[in-house]
């Protein structure tokens, strides 16, 4: 789900447009709606602000699935770099442009911070809040770590021995790192983590043991947690996850810390009124669908689905909240 890896400072960037994929539905069964008054004739684009493989790739192309029934022609591409930066300072050319959306989440907040960029998501139109993911913590099985307790140990003993694999600097699983090391009374500062910006170099990473521990998105690593080729230590979400039910989360495991993965989707800033309202419209209409709820079910996203003013309230709770975390490990 990452990209090659970069110690905390991930500002080499590439950007990568891989082989767009389209999809189309009748005219008829689009005809009239508001969301196609809005597109007229143009199909929508759908940014992943990051390599294929991840969380917002997959976001993105079930999106494209649920929605060509009542969306039409729609096209899916990728920009990858500096946790979903490189992509948003592209996206925010696209001003007034009701036919271009772009995934974004948690791990861009967490971004926009770490890599001072000069554009952030008050630059976007936010329309919808879609999904949570819980964060899985997890060793290679060959390890000598069997329980969160000799991590947290571990940890408590010299944090710069520890390496930590996760997502782009100043993402969820930085975050999350971050959070563990306040836990546990050591200083988030001394911090020794390995950002990966995209792709499966991540995975890569965990499987060889370069570093002590893994951090990842709960759909993203569950293939390798329950084939036996990584041993979960616990989850990041209030709840156990669906699909790895026999996993504790952190408060279970005596650690007071909680983080939920949120993914959504924004358009450019200045659309209209109108368009904004027919695209949330459009949007919500596929989080209800048969075919969005049987993809919350096989990955294992929770729903999250939040709108309007709410979202736009919930977002910038979200740019506080991270921010704060992030000073604290250094990169606010």
């Known amino acids: 789900m990452r990209h090659s890896p970069t110690k905390v400072i991930p500002w080499v960037v590439a950007v990568l447009l891989t082989g767009a994929v389209v999809a189309t539905a009748p005219a008829e069964q689009r005809h009239g709606s508001p969301v196609a008054q809005v597109l007229g004739d143009r199909q929508l684009r759908l940014m992943a602000p990051a390599a294929p493989g991840g969380g917002w790739d997959q976001t993105a192309r079930e999106m494209q699935s649920s929605l060509q029934d009542s969306v039409g022609r729609t096209e899916v591409y990728n920009v990858t770099g500096a946790g979903g930066t490189v992509g948003l300072s592209q996206f925010v050319r696209y001003r007034g442009d009701p036919a271009q959306l772009m995934v974004t989440g948690l791990i861009m907040v967490g971004a926009v911070k770490a890599n001072d960029s000069p554009v952030s998501l008050d630059d976007t139109t936010p329309l919808i809040r879609l999904t949570t993911d819980a964060e899985v913590i997890a060793v290679p099985k060959d390890s000598p770590i069997r329980s969160l307790s000799d991590l947290t140990t571990r940890m408590r003993g010299d944090l710069r021995a520890v390496s930590i694999a996760g997502g782009s600097a100043g993402g969820a699983e930085h975050i999350l790192a971050g959070m563990l090391a306040q836990a546990v009374g050591a200083d988030p500062a001394q911090l020794s983590y390995v950002a990966h910006s995209g792709g499966g170099e991540l995975l890569s990473t965990a499987l060889s043991g370069r570093a002590t521990v893994a951090i990842s998105g709960v759909s993203e690593l569950e293939p390798q947690i329950t084939s036996g080729q990584m041993r979960a230590l616990a989850v990041s979400s209030a709840q156990r996850a669906p699909t790895l039910p026999d996993v504790p989360t952190l408060h279970e495991s005596g650690l007071d810390v909680e983080l939920d993965n949120w993914r959504g989707v924004v358009a450019p800033k200045g ?62």
């Open 271 to 332: 659309i209209s009124a109108e368009q904004e309202r027919a695209l949330e419209q459009a949007l919500l209409e596929m989080t209800r669908s048969p075919k969005w709820r049987e993809t919350l079910a096989e990955e294992g996203w929770g729903d999250a689905t939040l709108g309007g003013p709410e979202f736009e309230t919930f977002l910038r709770a979200e740019q506080d909240r991270v921010s704060d975390v992030l000073g604290k490990i250094g990169l606010g």
